[in-house]
């Protein structure tokens, strides 16, 4: 567990809240067949929000963010992303899902396809952008996140740590508003978690609304402006990082915490 996640200064002027909603979740409840997965789960994340979502494993993490870009399926309650509300109809699901991005553990990048293919093919077959200005997107995001010089090569040439970036980049290549991060560090050495992080830190300090489930407990006391702990489907407690670390009010967060740091 790294303590810091980084260790340069963090800008955090363009770091602000706004009043607008970006994801607005109401007593949603999920079921895998009779198992009772998320129960009664409200949520509003307001735009430039970073949410740092704890818990132990098991605790339905990564089932609540799937929820949101209709990864999978609620059966009761609403999500609504910037203002659509997320239903069985499928223009509903394709708006949400260009306008929110996700990064897994495991990268899932494409690997038959080079870096830059990989970046290119959703904006061109989904969002119908000319190839050209989908190549010039993609090279713009593999030189933010510090590898444009990879951009011929194919995944499994990359490190963990650059494949995780090239996911973050291609993430962005559609222009999402939100992302959302599951566990995007776990399946990293450490030496290249580091890079990872700071690739997220500097998505944070331009705007972006991100919710993060994380171990990362430096990243979510230097980025999160909130952390949301979860355990047996529900949302136990939420507070700013301070608070949360070092005055925890549950007995479920003061024992997650006291095995976490
Ligand atoms: P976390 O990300 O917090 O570890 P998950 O959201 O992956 O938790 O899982 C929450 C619970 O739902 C776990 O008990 C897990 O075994 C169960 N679960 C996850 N996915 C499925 C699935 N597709 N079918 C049935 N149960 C599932
Ligand atoms: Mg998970």
Known sequence: MSE??????????RMQVSDNVAIEINNMNKWYGAFHVLRDIDLTVYEGERIVIAGPSGSGKSTLIRCINALEEHQKGSITVDG?????????????RSE???????FNLFPHLTILENCTLAPIWVRKVPRKEAMETAMHFLEKVKIPEQANKYPGQLSGGQQQRVAIARS???RPKIMLFDEPTSALDPEMIKEVLDTMIELAEEGMTMLCVTHEMGFARQVA???IFMDQGQIVEQNEPEEFFNNP???RTKLFLSQIL
């Open 100 to 106: 929110v991005g996700m990064v897994f553990q495991h």
């Open 225 to 227: 402006n909130r952390v």
């Open 249 to 251: 009010k549950s007995d």
């Open 172 to 174: 962005l290549c559609m």
């Open 4 to 13: 810091l996640a980084t260790d340069r200064n963090i800008d955090r002027s």
């Open 84 to 96: 659509t509300v997320l239903s069985n109809d499928l223009k509903n699901i394709d708006k949400i």
